[in-house]
């Protein structure tokens, strides 16, 4: 999976949870899950938990805790991905 579609479907999982759509539409590697989205730490667990659905992968606590910003979780997916 090429980045951007990378991006794309990052951007799908964590749209119900965003506070802020204008940062949303203008998502990139570099944007924050808590300080750009405003998306609340009980809301990132269900993000991780709709990447592994997504992905269909697993994902560790370790990787789970890395996950703060949209180039982490592109990190993590494509790690676990090659894992496969």
């Known amino acids: ?10 951007k799908e999982v964590v749209r119900p949870y965003a ?20 998306i609340n730490s ?3 667990v269900d993000v991780v938990l709709d990447v592994e659905e997504k992905f269909n992968i697993v994902i560790d606590n370790e990787s789970m805790e ?7 979780a592109m990190d993590v997916v494509e790690s676990k991905l090659a894992e496969k």
């Open 1 to 10: 999976m090429d980045k951007p579609d990378l991006i794309a479907a990052i």
């Open 19 to 38: 506070k802020n759509q204008e940062a949303l539409e203008s998502i990139n590697e570099s944007t924050d899950f808590i300080k750009d989205l405003k």
């Open 42 to 44: 009980a809301n990132l």
């Open 66 to 72: 890395r996950m703060l910003t949209v180039q982490a």
